[in-house]
């Protein structure tokens, strides 16, 4: 069974919450989870193990990337059945819906008449507030970041760089401060003095990221500027040139680690240890099991060498 409990426990008391995308993974089965806990008439039920792992994984992480939030606005009651999954000090992390981050929606059959046409509501601080935090504040003391997640831009979605920062920077004038944001971009040419500038006017965090096209964390990490709020946030997503379905044909169902993404993990490295030492607020890291093929393996191996507090460099 998973052993590194300890150390992100641990950690989560110094200020550092590590987790995953998502959690309903059969393949960390024997790993995470007990098969014994899903049983229904002596055989395995995913249906149970749907419905109740979550329980399970906060008995080891104390936060976990809600994916779901991406795909259509948080209901009361669904982040009230969260909730109720979890204890007090559970963190949950969500990445913010689609229909606020989206320019043009992609030609996908799950958006129906929406697929391809041009998004009325992205970047809509009005709407966000009255869809998003609403309902997220019902369960305040239990949200953590909240992650704008903006696909890659292509030259018809804005003629410079420069204007997307602008209507970010409207938009986050807008926003209530007293939540944690953090933004997420997919184009390396936006990481560009102006955009560090304009996120640490709002104390809104740049979220480190490993995606197809983007800069490899720990070159995102070498830019001095890139540190914009009193916490950090980092997604673990792709190894940098890996294709997102490639990753999923490859890994799939997640039971054991694929590709070792030492660059990746040593920058995971890095951002625990700065976060403990240096940031006033909780910050976050969420590692997913397209990385490598098993976010748990890459966490332990990331936190197995974890000093004490007070050995920190």
């Given amino acids: 069974m998973f052993t590194s409990a300890p ?3 641990t950690l989560a008391r110094q200020g550092v919450l590590i987790g995953t995308s998502s959690w309903k993974y059969p393949g960390w089965l024997g790993q995470l989870y007990d098969p014994g806990r899903y049983q229904t008439r002596g055989r395995f039920s995913n249906a149970k193990f749907e419905a109740g792992c979550l329980t399970e994984y906060a008995e080891t992480f104390g936060t976990v990337c809600v994916d779901a939030g991406y795909y259509a606005f948080p209901s009361e009651k669904y982040l009230s059945g969260l909730v ?4 007090p000090h559970f963190r949950f992390g969500f990445k913010v819906t689609e ?4 320019k043009r929606f992609p030609r996908l059959p799950r958006l129906g008449l929406r697929a ?12 966000f507030v009255r869809s998003f935090l609403e309902p997220c504040a019902l369960i305040r003391s239990q949200v953590g970041v909240l ?10 979605d804005f003629d410079r760089g420069r204007d997307f920062i602008v209507m970010l920077d409207r938009f986050l004038a807008a926003l209530p401060r007293d939540w944690q944001y953090a933004v997420e971009i997919r184009n390396k040419t936006f990481l560009h003095p102006e955009y560090f500038a304009m996120l640490r006017s709002h ?4 979220c480190y990221n490993s995606w197809e ?3 490899p964390v720990p070159e995102q990490l070498a830019m001095p500027e890139s540190r914009t709020a009193e916490f950090l946030a980092a997604r673990f997503l792709l190894t940098a040139g890996r294709k997102y379905a490639a990753a999923v044909g490859a890994f799939a169902p997640y039971s054991e680690t694929k590709a070792p993404d030492c660059d990746a993990r040593a920058a995971a490295f890095q951002i625990i240890l700065e976060a403990r030492r240096k940031m006033r607020q909780t910050s976050y890291i969420f590692v997913n099991n397209r990385l490598e093929g098993n976010a748990l393996n890459t966490i332990a191996v990331v936190t197995a060498g974890m000093p004490p507090q007070d050995e920190s460099p």
């Avoid at 109720?84 to 204890?87: I, K, L, M």
């Avoid at 391809?116 to 709407?127: I, K, P, R, T, Y």
């Avoid at 992650?147 to 292509?154: A, L, R």
């Fill in 203 to 206: 104390g809104v965090a740049h």
């Fill in 116 to 127: 391809g046409q041009v998004n009325e509501h992205f970047l809509d601080s009005e709407v």
């Fill in 147 to 156: 992650i704008f997640e903006f696909s890659h831009f292509h030259p018809g």
């Fill in 99 to 102: 229909d606020i981050t989206v």
């Fill in 84 to 87: 109720e999954q979890v204890p």
């Fill in 7 to 9: 150390v992100i426990q």
């Fill in 213 to 215: 096209r983007m800069p």
